[in-house]
């Protein structure tokens, strides 16, 4: 049976899926400081982080329109499947529940499922991996949501932030903790809730000191991890994420370890030198 994945920009698309008719990466945009930008292939990092640290307002994201997802879900694919960041953080999933509704009452009895990945980045790339795995496997359409809400329900997300200012723009962290945060160079380890809404884990002085302890907190939670693939996501940082991967590998045994760069919705959030893991 044939199929296609669609995964808001949020997530990062491996180098094989770029020009996969079966992957399709349906952009958010983001906003700062009035100025519009399209989270998609035409995404500058290096420019747009430039724009975020001038700005003294928070960079602000908007979710695709459900008319948008509904010319996703417009193909010959008899399974569609489509992966969006976490309810929790974004319209993007009742963006894309919504137009697969409205695809549907054009077009019944078609397969189309929607994922709310409670997560972000390449948390939302492993559920992408996930679900062609189970697609190459021969999975009916039922199975394949089976295994992936599953595996969605054993998956964790973790990350350090290096910058500390889109916290404090967005009001998450007032401007005398922001301060004394970047005084005392005390660096956030993040994670996800089950319900996909963002957490502090734990928190250390010093960006390596900070990324020790997400390694064990990762270590911690990952179960079974010989079966699982780890990814890493980086912004503006490889040689970080890179130091990263080995300090895993020295506790874990994985599949495979991935890692990428961030795309526009991920660098918003990860903002300069921020690292993420998803397992």
Same mark, same amino acid.
């Given at each position: @049976?044939? +199929?296609k994945i669609i995964i808001d920009s949020c997530g990062e698309f491996l180098d094989e899926w770029k020009d996969d008719?079966? *992957?399709e990466s349906v952009p958010l945009t983001l906003n700062v400081g009035g100025e519009t930008v399209i989270d998609d292939e035409t995404f500058d990092q290096a420019e747009f982080l430039k724009k975020v640290a001038a700005c003294p307002e928070c960079p602000k994201s908007a979710c695709p329109s459900p008319e948008r997802y509904m010319k996703a879900y417009e193909c010959e694919a008899d399974h569609i499947y489509a992966v969006t960041l976490s309810s929790e953080l974004s319209g993007s999933y009742n963006s894309a529940v919504i137009g697969k509704d409205l695809f549907l009452e054009e077009n019944p009895g078609r397969n189309v499922y929607v994922f709310n990945s409670r997560s972000a980045s390449v948390g939302e790339t492993l559920i992408g991996m996930k679900i062609q795995e189970c697609e190459e496997a021969g999975c009916s359409f039922r199975e394949t949501v089976e295994r992936v809400e $599953? +595996? =969605?329900?054993? #998956?964790?997300? *973790? *990350?350090? %932030? !290096? !910058? /500390?200012e889109t916290l404090r723009k967005n009001g998450r962290l007032s401007r005398v903790k922001s301060l004394v945060a970047s005084a005392l160079k005390i660096k956030p380890v993040m994670g996800s809730t089950d319900e996909g809404t963002i957490c502090q884990l734990d928190q250390a002085r010093g960006i390596n000191k900070? %990324?020790? $302890? @997400?390694v #064990? &907190?990762?270590a911690e939670k990952t179960e079974n991890s010989e079966t699982k693939? /780890?990814? =890493?996501? &980086?912004?503006?940082?490889r040689e970080r994420a890179m130091l990263l991967k080995d300090a895993l590998q020295e506790r874990l045994t994985t599949k495979e370890i991935i890692v990428l760069d961030t795309a526009g919705v991920s660098s918003m959030y990860a903002n300069n030198g921020g690292v993420i893991v998803a397992v």
């Amino acid at each position: @049976m044939s +199929y296609k994945i669609i995964i808001d920009s949020c997530g990062e698309f491996l180098d094989e899926w770029k020009d996969d008719e079966r *992957f399709e990466s349906v952009p958010l945009t983001l906003n700062v400081g009035g100025e519009t930008v399209i989270d998609d292939e035409t995404f500058d990092q290096a420019e747009f982080l430039k724009k975020v640290a001038a700005c003294p307002e928070c960079p602000k994201s908007a979710c695709p329109s459900p008319e948008r997802y509904m010319k996703a879900y417009e193909c010959e694919a008899d399974h569609i499947y489509a992966v969006t960041l976490s309810s929790e953080l974004s319209g993007s999933y009742n963006s894309a529940v919504i137009g697969k509704d409205l695809f549907l009452e054009e077009n019944p009895g078609r397969n189309v499922y929607v994922f709310n990945s409670r997560s972000a980045s390449v948390g939302e790339t492993l559920i992408g991996m996930k679900i062609q795995e189970c697609e190459e496997a021969g999975c009916s359409f039922r199975e394949t949501v089976e295994r992936v809400e $599953k +595996y =969605i329900a054993e #998956q964790n997300t *973790f *990350f350090v %932030l !290096d !910058d /500390l200012e889109t916290l404090r723009k967005n009001g998450r962290l007032s401007r005398v903790k922001s301060l004394v945060a970047s005084a005392l160079k005390i660096k956030p380890v993040m994670g996800s809730t089950d319900e996909g809404t963002i957490c502090q884990l734990d928190q250390a002085r010093g960006i390596n000191k900070a %990324l020790i $302890k @997400m390694v #064990q &907190h990762v270590a911690e939670k990952t179960e079974n991890s010989e079966t699982k693939v /780890l990814a =890493i996501s &980086h912004c503006n940082c490889r040689e970080r994420a890179m130091l990263l991967k080995d300090a895993l590998q020295e506790r874990l045994t994985t599949k495979e370890i991935i890692v990428l760069d961030t795309a526009g919705v991920s660098s918003m959030y990860a903002n300069n030198g921020g690292v993420i893991v998803a397992v």
